[in-house]
């Protein structure tokens, strides 16, 4: 009796088993059917990735290509999709489209003409063997996508450390000696140029310099001064009194007897070229000029400053002042 209902126990168990993997395999037939065929109405849910642009769509096409024709989407001959046109169609499939694009380089003023199906500018430079340095300039940055038409520019920055010998101006020391002539000078030590060593940290933008600045000067010969003994005597002859006016005098007349002392003027009855020293009564400041011109003639007058000349010892505005004109000898 013991052994019939364990028997009998056994038998549930195997058909009750039995029954659970018909209801397992009817359930993986159905399901797997409804992922092949679609829903009731036979539609399947398929996700679009077209270069980015995500979307469903639902269709009751099979394949790609068939999916494709009835949602009038194109394929360039350039343009990637996975799964391929002959692919078999399930619900919840992906399907994406890498879009081929015309992208123009113009790098160092040469520009290039590029296909790519890349939208990550990193991955076109790497895709095309374009390599950038550290301090290189791509417009627009490299972090903007990628995209049909795009004009890329790149500027190629080098950064150099460049080394130059510039001379350093000597100085001139001027010593006074009342021994000497007035006109006379002598070099008593010749001056020579130093030398420095200038490091510029120098910038190049696609080879043309852009900006230089120094990072380091060392002194390496220190220039020497030049000493100039310059005489001061002056040999005094007639002398005259009388009114100085000025005029701007024209500068064809300086040219042709330059003066040492940059001063110009016009007398009455002194040869031209020769030299005069002139006093002002007032304020006792002096000059010496050259006589290049002739005049003034008004009442009193015994000399016509040009108006720098004039300026160095009066007021403009003074038009006349009361001077001293000492003609000089030597």
Known sequence: MFCMLKKNKLKILIIF??????????????????????????????????????FDVYTQEKIVKDFLAEQKMEIGTDDQIVPNVESVLFSNSKVSIARSKKVVVSDENKKSEYATIF??????????????AEFDIVNPPTSSPVFDGMKI?????????????????FKTVTEKDED?????????????????????????????????????????????????????FVKIGKVHTGLASWYAQPARLKSIFP?????????????????VKVISKDNGQSIIVRINDVGPFGPGRIIDLDKSAFSAIASLGAGVVDVKMEEILN
């Open 153 to 169: 520019e790149i500027t190629r920055v080098d950064v150099e450390q460049e080394i130059e010998n510039e001379s350093i101006k």
């Open 259 to 275: 003066s040492l002392t940059g001063y110009y003027a016009a007398n009455p009855w002194l040869p031209k070229g020769s030299y």
């Open 119 to 132: 939208s990550d500018m990193d991955k076109f430079f790497s895709e095309n063997g374009i390599k950038l």
């Open 180 to 232: 000497m002539g007035w006109r006379e000078e002598k070099i008593m030590q010749k001056g020579e140029n130093g030398v420095k060593k200038v490091e510029y940290e120098v910038v190049y933008h696609n080879g043309k310099e852009i900006s230089r600045k120094i990072k380091n000067t060392e002194i390496v010969q220190e220039p020497v001064e030049e000493i100039v003994k310059k005489g001061t």
């Open 17 to 54: 088993g039995l029954f659970l993997g018909f209801v397992f395999s009817a359930k993986a037939f159905f399901s797997n059917d409804e992922v092949i065929r679609g829903d009731e109405n036979g539609r399947k849910k398929i996700t679009v990735n077209d270069d980015g642009m995500i």
